[in-house]
């Protein structure tokens, strides 16, 4: 399965992001996805997850609020909205999809997951 991640650009704080992660070569319906981001110079943290048919979701402490994740499997994508946009928002973002465990899991570890997608950049400048 290959993860494609989109919905990246240049924003200005207080601005408002849709990501989409969509999965091709099989349906992930079946699967818990989340949502990860690195910015420059540090690690990659955990941002969000969401359990297969969406059932439950999971937010990093610091994202609560902000940030909703959803899924469509009709249209085998998951989606990460994040809304207020601020200059430290700023990273690249990963989707990621774990084929194995519970599928009611909300996975939060980067070893949890066994697929993922290239990343998508945001900027926040005004």
């Known amino acids: 399965v290959q993860l494609q991640a989109s919905g990246g650009g240049l924003v200005q704080p207080g601005d408002s992001l849709r990501f989409s992660c969509a999965a091709s070569?099989?349906?992930?319906?079946?699967?818990?996805v989340g949502w990860f981001r690195q910015a420059p110079g540090k690690e990659r943290e955990f941002v969000a997850a969401?359990?297969?048919?969406?059932?439950?979701?999971f937010y990093a402490g610091s994202q609560k609020g902000r940030f909703t994740i959803s899924r469509d499997d009709a249209k085998n994508t998951v989606y990460l909205q994040v809304n207020s946009l601020k200059p430290e928002d700023t990273a690249v973002y990963y989707c990621?999809?774990?084929?194995?465990?519970?599928?009611?899991?909300?996975?939060?570890?980067?070893?949890?997951?066994?697929?993922w997608g290239q990343g998508t950049l945001v900027t926040v400048s005004s």
């Open positions: 990621a999809a774990r084929d194995s465990g519970s599928c009611l899991s909300t996975p939060r570890w980067i070893s949890d997951y066994d697929y």
């Open positions: 070569g099989r349906t992930f319906g079946s699967w818990p």
């Open positions: 969401i359990s297969c048919s969406g059932g439950s979701t």
